[in-house]
Every structure is written in C-alpha cells, then in structure tokens.
C-alpha cells in the first residue's frame, strides 16, 4: 500500500546492513544486497530514475565489498551496476550521482581481476579524478579523503608511468587523505593510510 515508504525502508536497512559492526560481515552484506535488490522492485528507472541510480551505484559499492561469491565475479557485478547507472547519470544532471557512481568505479576497477591490469589502474585513477570534480574537501571530507586513499593505493600499485613518479603521487594522495584521517577522529583510518 506505501511503495515509496517500503523502498526507503529497504534502502536504510541496506545502508544499516553493510555499514554494520556487530554480527558476522559476510552475512551482513549479503542482506545489504538483498535489500537494495527489494528496493529496485520500487525503484524503477521508468518510474523513480534518481533513486534507481542511486540504488544501483550503492548496490555496486557493496558489490565491491562482497565477501561470499567469486572476487572477480562480484567485481564484474559492481561495474556492471555503475554503467547501467551511467546510463543515465550525468555530471550536469545529478552530480552528486555521477560523482559517487566515478568514485565506486575507482574502487572497481582497482580491485578488478579480469581484463588488462594496466588498464583497469588506468581506469581507477580516471574514475577517481572525475569524482574528485564534485566531491571536494569543503563539501565532503570523509568521501574526499577515500578517494585520496584509494588513489593513493592505484598509484602505489600504478604499472604504466614512471615508478618515482608514481611513487611520489601515491605519497601525495595519502597526505591528503591523512588531513582529513586524523589519529583521534578516524584511528583505523589513520593507521590505515599511514600503513599504505
């Protein structure tokens, strides 16, 4: 009788599951996608295309997550949900959108076991600058300093270019990241960038 409730309810049991500390991780994201999955019933790119996108990108960030499953396979399922969600997300029409489906491509594509693993860094590091046009310090630290981290991790990792080069970045990135990680505000974080 409440669609639009039901698909809410759906989305912030999704967002509550794979954010979730306490049970086991693996289940928890599990039910992540299941709800989501529930929500998409309501969340139609006919009837409620902002929500479907945005649906769809949260489902391939927790896709990225997954631990149940093949690795390369839930990868695939992740860029599979963020092209479809780009399909009809522009920066000029919902950049928030756009911005966060660009940043879960940069997670992707970083973790992506298929195809040509000089591309798929190529591809990450492409991703996350475009995020990086709409998320900002000012207006969204903690989500600018995980994409600061995640570039950090490409160019560490980086095959093409000069590796002092890249080396040199991946230090960039993690500094910047580290401004917004500090030891007293996000500990796992902090010690996490300072690790990388």
Not at 29 to 46: D, F, G, M, S
Not at 82 to 89: D, I, P, T
Not at 125 to 140: D, F, G, W
């Amino acid at each position: 009788g409440f669609p639009e409730m039901y698909a809410m309810a759906q989305i912030n049991l999704a967002n509550a599951f794979h954010s979730r500390i306490r049970g086991m991780q693996a289940e928890n994201i599990e039910q992540a996608i299941v709800h989501y999955t529930h929500a998409l019933v309501v969340y139609t790119r006919q009837t409620f295309l902002e929500m479907w996108a945005r649906t769809q990108n949260s489902l391939a960030d927790t896709y990225c997550d997954r631990i149940r499953g093949t690795p390369a396979d839930n990868i695939e399922q992740a860029l599979h949900c963020c092209q479809l969600a780009l399909e009809v997300v522009t920066q000029s029409t919902f950049p928030e959108i756009w911005a966060g489906v660009n940043a879960t491509l940069g997670k992707a594509y970083l973790r992506r076991i298929h195809g040509d693993q000089t591309d798929n860094f190529e591809r990450a590091i492409y991703h996350c600058q475009k995020a990086l046009e709409i998320i900002t310090y000012q207006n969204s630290p903690i989500r600018w300093a995980n994409i600061q981290h995640e570039l950090g991790l490409i160019y560490g990792w980086r095959i093409s270019g000069e590796r002092a080069n890249n080396i040199e970045d991946a230090i960039q990135h993690l500094q910047e990241a580290l401004k917004v990680y500090t030891q007293d505000s996000f500990p796992y974080d902090w010690a996490n960038t300072q690790n990388s």
